[in-house]
C-alpha cells in the first residue's frame, strides 16, 4: 500500500496524485507533516497507523449506545401510547432506526470522524488510505452492522481476527478504525 501524502497547510492525508487539499484546497508539495498532523488522527508519513481492538471498540459502543438509548427511553412512554395507532409506525422508525444512522452516519462522517463513544477513547473512523469517509460511506458502514449482527455476531467477532481489526461492516464499507496518534 502506497503511503499517503499530507497537506502542509492543514495536515489532511491526500491521496497519490491529487494536486489540491480537498479541506483546505491549497496546492500539495512535499509529504510532510505540519503542526497540524499532531491533532489528527495520523501518526506521519512511513508510519502505519494502529487499529482499534475488539473490546476497546466494544467500550465506545457501549458509550454510543447509552447516547443513542437516552432519547430512545424518554419517546418510550409516549411510544406507548400509540402502540394501538398507526403513529406507531413512524415513532418505531425515527426512535430505532433513524436516530441511531443519523447518530454514527453523521458523527463519523464529520470533520471529528468518531461518535462520541470513539472520541473518548481517541478512535476515528477512517477508509482504507486513512481519509475522512463520507456521509455515504458511513451508512453503509452503519446499515452494514445489522448483516454482522444478523449472522449471530460473527460480523463483530471479525474485528478480533481481521489483520486490520475490520469487522464485516469494515469490510463492506472499505473502512477502519484506528487509535489517533496521540493515545
Known sequence: MALASFCQSCGTAISPGTQFCPSCGQRVGASQPSSAMTSRAFPGPGTSPR??????RVV?????QLIIGVPALIATP???????????????LGV????PWLYFAVMESS????????RILGLV???????????GKASVRHFGKLLAGAILGIGFLMVG?????QG????MAGTLVIRKASM
Do not use: M
Open 96 to 99: 430505532f432506526v433513524v436516530w
Open 60 to 64: 465506545a459502543l457501549i458509550f454510543d
Open 125 to 135: 473512523v477512517t477508509d482504507s488510505a486513512y481519509q475522512r469517509i463520507s456521509f
Open 78 to 92: 409516549f411510544g406507548n401510547v400509540f402502540l394501538e395507532t398507526p403513529f406507531f409506525g413512524p415513532y418505531f
Open 111 to 118: 470533520s471529528k470522524q468518531a461518535t462520541f463513544g470513539k
Open 161 to 165: 481476527i481481521t489483520d486490520r481489526k
Open 168 to 171: 464485516l461492516h469494515d469490510l
Open 51 to 56: 487499529p482499534a481492538g475488539f473490546w476497546l
